[in-house]
């Protein structure tokens, strides 16, 4: 799949590096969960970890084919981390 970057998302990232955001999309181990935005506009969200074990969230949009464009991405509150973990163990 390739990713292409929201235009301006670089100047927004606030807690996640951008290539924190590339290890989590290319983690094997990740779970996607759908999401649906505003204007019902469809969502990827992947929950995954950065080589260095670190949980994020990234968003992506489906632009077509194999490519979708990163919106948005975010380190996971405790109570995502708890979730997550879960569903570690129940995948592994």
């Not at 990232?13 to 999401?35: F, G, K, S, Y």
């Not at 979708?68 to 979730?83: C, H, N, Q, S």
């Amino acid at each position: 799949m390739g990713y292409e970057w929201m235009p301006g998302l670089m100047a927004i990232l606030r807690d996640v590096e951008p290539h924190e955001i590339q290890q989590a999309l290319a983690n094997p181990h990740r779970w996607p969960r759908h999401a649906t935005g505003p204007h019902g506009i469809p969502y990827l969200a992947v929950w995954a970890r950065t080589n260095n074990g670190r949980p994020v969230i990234v968003v992506v949009r489906h632009l077509g084919g194999h490519d979708a464009m990163i919106v948005a991405a975010r380190g996971m509150t405790p109570a995502d981390i708890a979730l997550f973990e879960q569903w570690e163990q129940d995948h592994e």
